[in-house]
């Protein structure tokens, strides 16, 4: 009978976007756990200890709990369906981005033959929701934060794309299923360039210091968020630890083999997974407590002078040795 | 190059951190380790207090309020002048406006004003923040030991005194027929034992004579009421023809000495009975050569303890803490402390951090007592019984 309901299409349907729901709201309040505690350990502090009584663990789920309770605000210049619409539309994008990643073998809410190219233009609505944000909330320092994340997301996501589609290229296909199940240990060190520009430009993509210029707390308040209040601004700091965790399965699925292991990655495929975009989160979280904000010019640099010529070369080399070395394409 | 040098130290530096322990004191949950000498509150020894107003007019904020009246004393002795003496009414500290600086507690020449380390008193009305003399007194429950004083450093100047003084006090031959020196009677005979005579022993001994301790402090209070007049000196004097109020203080000087000549045998045979534990007594009595110091101190004392029981009845601070603590001769607010605390045992031990008699707390909750206070009680009990179990 269980089988039977599983065929039927809109059961899976239901079953599968649930089972995404669950992840999307639990593994990002971990990344955001573990960086208030990392943080904290990293600056010489304990960070939350009381909510929940161990250590703090449910720091966050009072949080949640408070930004329920806060009136919701929208500013009398706001344009107030674009406000209000805009921190759905940029969480929403890490949701389903989720159903494309595969988690195991054969657990992948849907295999999209193109995965990455659905993830990657999926992800990038984000930033619509943010110029929304920006623009809508009539507020000059939201508008500031507005356009300098225009600017920079839409710079990072030339070499984003470009290291992705390196990936891709080696692989031969488009599927993060097929990609992960293509790949092979000598990819970690020969893609390295690649997997570096893929990290930094994620990190500038989710305004994760030291790319976080959009959202400056220093210089423009909190950016397109500063007129936020409760359950909105809520969501947007959502956008931001789902986004982590997005970007950590991308990474991990296109760089590190998804859910490959040095052993049992079959049984154990979920666990190498999450593995790997904690660890992911980890980095992200370290840079954030190690480097300070990039200049605006400092990032455009970094983004048209570094990440992309590098990228660039990659894609080519990856091209030659795809094209030339026979044992690149498992015939040698 | 060295951009890169400095990237990979920076993550270096915060990863180390996150492996060191944390810096943070989790102070509500975790006390803090403070000081002995740490300035948390002032407390008052009311007992000790003189309404001299010293405190008050130096105080820099002029947050001290002290009201007082004079109460008249009736005369002792018919024909004598009557006395007056100030009663405390109202001694109030504003820690609102207070700024910490001691001058209070330097200026007090008595000794009423004290620094405790407790600092959890703050209050949701900022009158509440005016502790009157009951709350002050209570503070005094948590007012540390002073410190032991520098082993090395130079003796008190009471002390050197005292030890100038020693051989005229004893040049008696029972004494040194008994073979004791001059530190036994401190240790046998504490009841006659002042500062000054136990001074010899106290730089050896941390604590004279543990058990004889309270009899000697229950004998040293006299009752001046009682002071008569030795009719055979004062006839002799009128004889003399001496003025009247001569002759009578003669007289009553006469009786006084013999009142304490009687005293002090029967403290030193009580003393003795008191089955002093010879180990005590060595301890204390370091330079008497041999166990029987005590029977021989208090055979041997009984008609030369003159000098001795004059001393104990020196108002001096000996008269607050008859069994001074060798350790602290200078310092004698902690035999106040010690009567305060009602410990004639005291001595410097150091204890360490206090903590909590269960017992008294429970007893002081169920009395009816606020927490604050209860728990003073028990941090002093506490201190109290560790300090019994190290002497």
Redesign the interface.
């Known amino acids: 009978v269980i089988e039977s309901l599983l065929d039927n299409w809109w059961v899976a349907a239901v079953l599968k976007a649930v089972a995404c729901l669950g992840v999307f709201l639990t593994v990002p309040l971990i990344i955001g756990q573990t960086e208030h505690k ?1 943080m ?7 960070g939350p ?1 009381y909510a929940g009584a161990f250590h703090g663990w449910a720091q966050l789920v009072a949080d949640g709990i408070k930004f329920v309770q806060k009136e919701d605000v929208v500013p009398d210049n706001a344009d107030r369906g674009v406000f209000k619409l805009a921190p759905a539309v940029s969480l929403l994008p890490a949701l389903f981005v989720l159903v494309v990643i595969p988690w195991s073998p054969g657990l992948v809410a849907e295999k999209l033959d193109i995965g990455l190219f659905y993830a990657l233009a999926i992800s990038s609505i984000t930033t619509i929701g943010m110029l929304m944000a920006a623009w809508s909330s009539a507020n000059k320092f939201s508008l500031l934060g507005g356009i300098r994340g225009a600017a920079q997301l839409i710079a990072y996501e030339l070499p984003l794309v470009l290291s992705a589609a390196t990936v891709a290229m080696f692989a031969g296909t488009l599927s993060l299923t097929g990609i992960a199940a293509a790949w092979e240990w000598w990819w970690i060190p020969f893609l390295a360039p690649a997997m570096f520009v893929f990290f930094v430009a994620s990190l500038a993509e989710l305004n994760r210091p030291p790319f976080d210029m959009p959202v400056a707390d220093s210089e423009i308040i909190f950016g397109h968020m500063t007129e936020y209040t409760g359950l909105r601004f809520a969501f947007f700091l959502l956008t931001e630890y789902a986004g982590i965790v997005v970007a950590g399965a991308l990474f991990a699925v296109l760089f590190l083999g998804g859910w490959r292991g040095p052993f049992l990655s079959a049984e154990l495929g979920i666990l190498w997974t999450f593995l790997k975009i904690f660890a992911f989160g980890f980095v992200v979280i ?2 954030r ?3 300070p904000r990039l200049r605006e010019d400092q990032l455009q640099k970094l983004c048209w002078k570094v990440l992309i010529p590098l990228s660039l070369v990659q894609i080519f080399v990856a091209a030659a040795v795809k094209l030339y070395a026979p044992w690149a394409n498992g015939t040698w | 190059m060295a951009k890169g040098l400095g ?1 990979a130290k ?2 270096m ?3 180390n ?2 492996r ?1 322990p ?3 004191k ?1 102070y509500p949950d975790a006390k803090p380790a403070l000081p002995p000498r740490t300035r948390g509150v002032i407390a008052l020894f009311e007992e000790n207090c003189t309404v001299c107003m010293l405190c008050a007019r130096e105080c820099p904020d002029w947050c001290i309020y002290i009201d007082s009246h004079k109460e008249v004393v009736p005369p002792k002795t018919p024909g004598a002048r009557a006395r007056t003496r100030n009663i405390l009414d109202r001694f109030a500290i504003d820690f609102a406006l207070c700024m910490y600086c001691g001058i209070c507690i330097e200026v007090c020449p008595f000794d009423a004003l004290f620094w405790s380390p407790e600092f959890e008193y703050s209050e949701y009305d900022i009158r509440e923040l005016t502790h009157e003399k009951e709350r002050l007194r209570e503070w005094m429950y948590t007012v540390p030991a002073p410190p032991a004083l520098d082993p090395d450093g130079e003796p008190a100047a009471e002390l050197v005194a005292a030890q100038k003084a020693e051989p005229k006090v004893y040049e008696a031959p029972a004494l040194q027929a008994g073979g004791a020196a001059v530190a036994a009677p401190a240790a046998a005979a504490p009841a006659a034992a002042p500062a000054a005579v136990a001074a010899p022993a106290a730089a050896a001994a941390p604590a004279p004579a543990a058990a004889p301790g309270k009899p000697a402090r229950e004998h040293a209070e006299i009752d001046k009421e009682d002071v008569g007049v030795d009719q055979g000196v004062f006839d002799a004097a009128i004889s003399a023809g001496l003025p009247e109020r001569v002759a009578r203080a003669k007289a009553k000087s006469a009786w006084m000495k013999n009142w304490k000549k009687e005293n002090a045998a029967t403290q030193a045979a009580e003393a003795t009975a008191a089955a002093v534990p010879p180990a005590a007594v060595d301890e204390s009595a370091v330079q008497a050569p041999a166990a029987e110091a005590p029977a021989a101190a208090a055979a041997g004392t009984a008609p030369d303890t003159e000098g001795a029981a004059v001393v104990a009845m020196d108002p001096g601070p000996t008269s607050v803490a008859p069994t001074v603590d060798p350790a602290s001769q200078g310092a004698d607010t902690h035999g106040m402390t010690g009567s305060v605390v009602g410990d004639a045992q005291e001595s410097h031990v150091d204890v360490g951090e206090p903590q909590i008699d269960q017992e008294t707390y429970d007893a002081a909750i169920a009395s009816g007592l606020p927490d604050r206070v209860a728990r003073a009680k028990a941090k002093s009990a506490w201190v109290k019984k560790a300090r019994k179990g190290q002497v």
């Open positions: 990392v904290a350990h990293m600056q010489g502090r304990t200890m370290w840079l407590v190690a480097y | 990237l920076g993550l530096v915060t990863l951190t996150m060191k944390t810096a943070t989790h």
